[in-house]
């Protein structure tokens, strides 16, 4: 009788290995970063974990896959409609990022305010220019779009800062830190109220390019736009334009529609906008949260016979 296989696509840690096989002990679990290695065992493998690219033009080799547990929160990049035509469960890595990424928000966002981005430019000059320095966050408003992990985590932050935050989620439930909710349908109606713009959004076909000339133009002058989301969310020549005619006061940027971002990019030249390269959800905790939180409860369940509980994406979504 054939033995269960959980292909693992990356090196982790071995006492993270360890916790995983007292769970599984009689299973056959392959750790290797070696797409050869990938090829060969794709075709009986039951779980993955850590979906890599190489395995989209592979799809006819696995035919015993049940789940893929993914190491990011998004799955945009993911093959998900022949995914969904296999039948296969995804459950993503979305609240690993929760923490560094919403530090990363708030880094963004009071650099943009205290002009702290500027001063670290003058120091490289030696150059002593306290010019321009007056905004304060506190008693601000804050729109946070996506309420998930990071957005719930992003407004309890705020609170903090005695902001009052909007929220924008789907659903429009209600949450803990949030004054007012709103669906993604009121999102131009939540803008003009703003004072920072916070992007927390996953990337689907609703949306993509759901910000540009029209939703900048909604904004404060003054206010100022922070993208730890996608980068596709964001229509970037608009953005570029907008931040240019000074219809918004800055932006802080970790994505980007095409990464890298490239050097004939005007943001890149704008003083008013800060650029790190798609490392808001770094950190030294990433392995550990993705198979302790979130892949060994779930593989407990899926031993037992039971449904995944957590992080199961929703094919009809997107995320």
């Known amino acids: 009788m054939k033995k269960s296989k959980l292909l693992i696509t990356r090196q982790i840690e071995d006492n993270l290995v360890k916790q995983i096989q007292e769970v599984i002990p009689e299973w056959d679990i392959i ?11 794709a075709m009986d493998t039951d779980i993955i974990l850590g979906w890599r690219k190489f395995f989209e033009d592979k799809m006819d080799l696995l035919d015993e896959l049940k789940w893929i547990q993914t190491w990011s929160a998004g799955v945009n990049s993911l093959p998900l409609k022949e995914l969904e035509g296999k039948d296969i469960r995804i459950t993503s890595a979305n609240g690993v990022h929760s923490f560094p990424i919403s530090e990363t928000v708030f880094a963004l966002m009071l650099s943009l305010t205290r002009n702290i981005h500027t001063y670290i430019k003058n120091q490289e000059k ?22 998930g992990a990071i957005g719930k985590e992003t407004a309890k932050i705020a609170k903090a800062f005695g902001m009052k935050v909007i929220g924008i989620r789907h659903s429009g439930k209600p949450e803990n830190y949030v004054d007012e909710m709103y669906t993604t349908d009121k999102l131009n109606a939540v803008l003009p109220e ?7 959004l996953p990337l689907t076909e609703d949306t993509h390019q759901l910000f540009k000339q029209e939703q900048f133009q909604l904004m404060k ?27 918004i006061s800055g932006a802080g940027l970790d994505v980007f529609e095409k990464e890298p971002l490239a050097e004939s990019s005007p943001l890149w030249e704008m003083d008013n906008v800060i650029i790190t390269p798609h490392t808001s959800g770094s950190t030294e905790h990433y392995d550990k949260r993705v198979v302790e939180d979130i892949f060994i409860p779930n593989l407990k369940k899926f031993i037992a016979g039971n449904e995944l509980e957590i992080n199961i994406v929703d094919y009809k979504k997107g995320y």
């Open 221 to 247: 002058d003054s206010a100022f736009l922070i993208n730890i989301g996608r980068g596709e969310i964001i229509k970037e020549d608009d953005l570029a334009a907008a931040l240019s005619a000074g219809e």
């Open 126 to 147: 030696k150059k002593w220019d306290g010019a321009d320095i007056k905004l304060e966050m506190h008693g601000k408003t804050v729109g946070v779009i996506g309420v």
């Open 31 to 41: 750790i290797t970063n070696e797409p050869d290695q990938w090829k060969f065992h």
């Open 194 to 200: 703003c004072d920072y713009v916070v992007i927390t």
